[in-house]
Structure formats: structure tokens, C-alpha cells
């Protein structure tokens, strides 16, 4: 019998920790600032709900279960494809969807590679596009949600972080 | 400043458009851009033969950026074309496996074309 390696085995949960807070709006920053050349500031004062045309979502799975989300207005989304693609190719009516979809993907896996015990044990899934806001997104609890403000040239956006616990 | 013909493999349409928009925003001259969504369409491609430099994602389906280089070693169109491994997941274990398998370097997603610009000059002694 061969003996059981730790590649083989199911990783450990890691539990929540405060600091991923934190760790997710560096994380999202540095995405936008790399990605988009546009850095976007933290909107702390914003109290509202996560809302917009567009949501971007990918799992996760592993040492962490849950998901990330980013969320705004079709024409934020539409922004973010002109920067990362160029006037051309944003006019494709997919990509703004497809580039939204791309920095969620991005967003976290950096937030993971920034946690020594995500990074390799935390799979990520394809993203997924909701275009349209008229739905509600409930997950089975328990649940932790940590959700970032920001603003992009004055439009915000929101970073979300789903964690079931 | 010489010119590169360049071959891009990522399931995301939209990553390989970033990838090549980098490549142009760093400067660097391409004569031809062939795209691939998995390494075995990749594998087609790098048969066209006369490539400078090849971008692989790590994890896609049907043949992912891993299967994909190991693979690479039979074809003798790939022989001494350097291979940038490109990852979104900051899995270090899949970097090294993908160092030890043949790949020149990675670039790490989120990643900006001035590091682009780096790992290309660093391979081809292009763009400096």
C-alpha cells in the first residue's frame, strides 16, 4: 500500500481571519492598477449595497470555500474593456463582460497568493457573468461576506468576498 | 529591433488580447500573433514553425500549460523557442513544476507590460 502523501490529501480548512479584509483591497487595488492603469481609491464611506449591470463571479474551493465577486455599472465594465483591450476591441459587445470576468479571476487569485495557506491549497473556478441586476444571491450559511467600496474615476465598484465558514 | 512572431495560449480570449496589447504597449515589434485556446490547439500552431516566443497559460482544458510543455520537447518546430508560463493562481508548486519542465520563466497575473517588456528582453535581448 503506497503511503498517503500530503499532495493527496483534502487541505485544511483555514478559517476566516479579520485581516483578509485588508488583504483583499490591497489585493484589488493592485489588480485595477496593473490591469487597468487606473488606480482606484477606497470608498470607505459608502454604505450602500453592492449594485450595478454587471457582476463577475469566481468560486473557490478547498482550504477555502466561497466565492468573489466584483460588481458595477455596464459602462464601468465597459471602461475597464477599453483600457485592458483598446478602444477596438472593447467595442465587442462581450468584452466587457469577458474583461470584468478576467479581474475577478484576478482579483482572487492575488488575494489567495497573498495568504501562505490559500496559495497552493485554494483552486479557483472559471469566472461566471451576470449581466443584469435585478436578481438576489443567497448562499447557505454560515457565511462570512467582506465586501471592499472602491471608486474608479468617480463610478463605484464593489469587491465582494463570500466565505462559506 | 527585431521582430517577433509569437504564439499565445489561454482559454480567455480576452487574456490573450491583454497579452498581446502588453507586448505592443512594451514596445516590442510583432510581425504575427497566433492564438490558441488549450495547448493542443497550441500544439497545432507551433507546427506553422518560426516562432520567437511562446505564452502559456498553466490551467486550461482539454490540454493544460503543463501537458502542453511537457509536450513540446517532441516537436522539433519548438526547439529553442522559449516558453513564458503565465498564471493567475500564485501556485508556487505549479511554477516550479512548470520551471523544471522546460518553461524560461512566468509572469504572474496581475502583471504590467513593463514586466512584459522584462522577461521578454531577459529571454531574446529584444526591447532594451
Redesign the interface.
Known amino acids: 500500500m503506497s503511503p498517503i502523501t500530503k499532495s493527496s490529501a483534502a487541505p485544511a480548512a483555514v478559517a476566516y481571519d479579520p485581516t483578509w479584509k485588508t488583504i483583499l483591497e490591497c489585493a484589488s487595488i493592485?489588480?485595477f492598477e496593473?490591469?487597468v492603469g487606473v488606480r482606484p481609491q477606497l470608498n470607505s464611506a459608502s454604505t450602500s449595497e453592492p449594485s450595478g449591470e454587471q457582476t463577475a463571479m469566481v468560486g473557490m474551493a478547498g482550504a477555502l470555500c466561497g466565492m468573489t465577486a466584483l460588481r458595477c455599472a455596464k459602462a464601468t465594465a465597459s471602461r475597464f474593456a477599453a483600457l485592458?483591450?483598446?478602444e477596438a476591441?472593447a467595442a465587442d459587445p462581450s468584452?466587457s463582460g469577458?474583461?470584468l470576468?478576467?479581474l475577478c479571476?484576478?482579483v482572487?487569485?492575488?488575494f489567495?497568493?497573498?495568504i501562505s495557506t490559500l496559495?497552493?491549497h485554494c483552486?479557483?473556478s472559471?469566472p461566471t457573468v451576470i449581466t443584469g441586476d435585478s436578481y438576489s444571491m443567497d448562499t447557505s450559511s454560515p457565511t462570512e461576506c467582506v465586501t471592499v467600496p472602491l471608486l474608479f474615476e468617480g463610478q463605484p465598484l464593489w469587491v465582494s468576498l463570500i466565505i462559506h465558514t | 529591433m527585431k521582430k517577433l512572431k509569437v504564439l499565445i495560449v489561454d482559454?480567455?480570449?480576452?487574456?490573450r488580447?491583454?497579452i498581446e496589447?502588453a507586448l505592443r504597449q512594451a514596445g516590442l515589434e510583432l510581425t504575427e500573433v497566433l492564438e490558441a485556446s488549450n495547448g493542443a490547439e497550441g500544439l497545432a500552431q507551433v507546427q506553422t514553425g518560426g516562432l520567437d516566443m511562446i505564452f502559456s497559460d498553466i490551467n486550461m482544458p482539454v490540454m493544460d500549460g503543463l501537458e502542453f510543455l511537457k509536450s513540446l520537447a517532441g516537436v522539433d518546430a519548438a526547439k529553442g523557442v522559449p516558453v513564458i508560463m503565465i498564471?493567475?493562481?500564485?501556485?508556487?508548486?505549479r511554477v516550479v513544476e512548470a520551471l523544471s519542465a522546460g518553461a524560461k520563466g512566468y509572469l504572474?497575473?496581475?502583471?504590467?507590460p513593463e514586466q512584459v517588456k522584462e522577461r521578454v528582453a531577459a529571454l531574446l535581448g529584444v526591447g532594451q
Do not use: C, H, Y
Open positions: 493592485e489588480v496593473m490591469m485592458m483591450l483598446g476591441a468584452s469577458d474583461a470576468g478576467e479571476n484576478m482572487a487569485g492575488n489567495k497568493s497573498k496559495a497552493d483552486m479557483l472559471v | 482559454d480567455a480570449s480576452v487574456m488580447k491583454i496589447r498564471t493567475t493562481e500564485g501556485s508556487e508548486a504572474r497575473k496581475p502583471f504590467t
